[in-house]
């Protein structure tokens, strides 16, 4: 699992609540990356880290916002949750010969 | 721009038969194309890529995968299926502008024995 994991592993909340999704790697990759998962739609790009302070956006980033104050930890923030925001997230991290590697997942249910 | 589609849901073989799931993408370059495997409740596992060189590319747990320039393919193939191997598998294109993988919409593989 490339030393990736992710907390919690099961969160319900509230429509309207803010909710955090912790990402931790312990091999010091620079790039780092979080996705959601729903069905017929794969995996889509929410937003990525190219290193300490540095990120961009994905395809899917309305309503999130990410910070990554350490190597090791990238932060994901669903400022007001939305019952469009219940999915699997997940955490990745891409590898000297470009794949890339992924947590457990984080299975976010909104109410 | 760069995409990967993945024509079928669903596919379904007996224990012992060839499996292949399909994949075509499309991209302005030279292509890096990846394969993965999720099993239920578990992240992507990656099993194999092609970046450049054999054609053919052989990947974990016995799987291998065609890349066909011509037909802008990457069908991942495994000569005898087992029931472990049913699973949702996806398929990925890099983006050669942004770095980031794009995937497809996902494969469910099921083995019956």
């Known amino acids: 699992d490339a030393g990736i994991t992710q907390s919690p592993r099961h969160k319900v909340t509230e429509t309207g609540t803010p909710v955090t999704l912790r990402c931790h790697q312990t091999?010091?990759?620079?790039?780092m990356y979080w996705y959601r998962q729903d069905p017929g739609h794969g995996l889509r790009l929410i937003h990525y880290?190219?290193?300490?302070?540095?990120?961009d956006k994905g395809e899917v980033s309305d309503g999130y916002s990410v910070s990554r104050s350490k190597t090791e930890d990238f932060l994901l923030t669903l400022e007001s949750a939305t019952s469009s925001q219940t999915s699997v997230y997940f955490c990745?991290?891409?590898?000297?010969?470009?794949?890339?590697?992924f947590g457990p997942g984080t299975r976010l249910t909104v109410l | 721009a760069q995409s990967v589609a993945q024509p079928e849901d669903q596919v379904n073989v007996a224990e012992g038969n060839p499996l292949t799931v399909k994949c075509t993408y499309s991209?302005?370059?030279?292509?890096?194309l990846f394969w993965y495997v999720q099993y239920p409740n578990r992240g992507l596992q990656f099993l194999l890529k092609?970046?450049?060189?054999?054609?053919l590319v052989k990947g974990s747990y016995g799987f291998e995968a065609e890349f066909n320039k011509s037909q802008t393919s990457f069908h991942l193939k495994k000569p005898s299926a087992l029931v472990s191997d049913s699973a949702l598998y996806f398929c990925?294109?890099?983006?050669?502008?942004?770095?980031?993988?794009?995937f497809g919409t996902g494969t469910r593989l099921q083995v019956f024995p």
């Open positions: 990745a991290i891409t590898a000297s010969g470009n794949e890339q590697f």
């Open positions: 092609y970046i450049t060189g054999d054609n």
């Open positions: 991209v302005s370059g030279n292509p890096y």
């Open positions: 990925a294109v890099r983006d050669e502008n942004t770095d980031k993988l794009i």
């Open positions: 880290s190219y290193g300490v302070k540095d990120t």
């Open positions: 091999e010091n990759h620079r790039y």
